[in-house]
């Protein structure tokens, strides 16, 4: 079966890091775009980064721009996502996604993706 595992979520104070880290399994996903949501209490769930196959074209939402840095290794089968300067409105449970349709851009829509993983609470303090 496929599954995408999240992992690295926690508690850390505003102006820290987390690497969140995304494991999948029963596939490769080698052609195929991935991406990371998050979704806050009351809020949407948007995108806020997404990455090609090949690494070579990614996405970030505005406000994470300079902060968020998505990365992959095929070869791993994992998907990371490094987060600097982290600030309050970071927090949120965020997920890891896979779209089962090979595409050489960028996916950042929420009914892009078809895979999902189970979420890992990042919450930052102030």
């Known amino acids: 079966q496929v599954q995408l595992v999240e992992s690295g979520g926690g508690l850390v104070q505003t102006g820290g890091s987390l690497t969140l880290s995304c494991a999948a399994s029963?596939?490769?996903?080698?052609?195929?775009?991935m991406a990371w949501f998050r979704q806050a209490p009351g809020k949407e769930r948007e995108c806020v980064a997404a990455i090609t196959w090949t690494g070579g074209s990614t996405y970030y939402v505005d406000s994470v721009k300079g902060r968020f840095t998505i990365t992959r290794d095929n070869a791993e089968n994992t998907v990371n996502l490094q987060m600097n300067s982290l600030k309050p409105v970071d927090t949120a449970v965020y997920y890891c996604?896979?779209?089962?349709?090979?595409?050489?851009?960028?996916?950042?829509?929420?009914?892009?993706?078809?895979?999902w993983g189970q979420g890992t609470q990042v919450t930052v303090s102030s």
């Open positions: 029963g596939r490769t996903f080698s052609g195929y775009p």
């Open positions: 996604a896979a779209r089962s349709v090979k595409g050489a851009y960028v996916r950042i829509g929420n009914y892009d993706y078809d895979y």
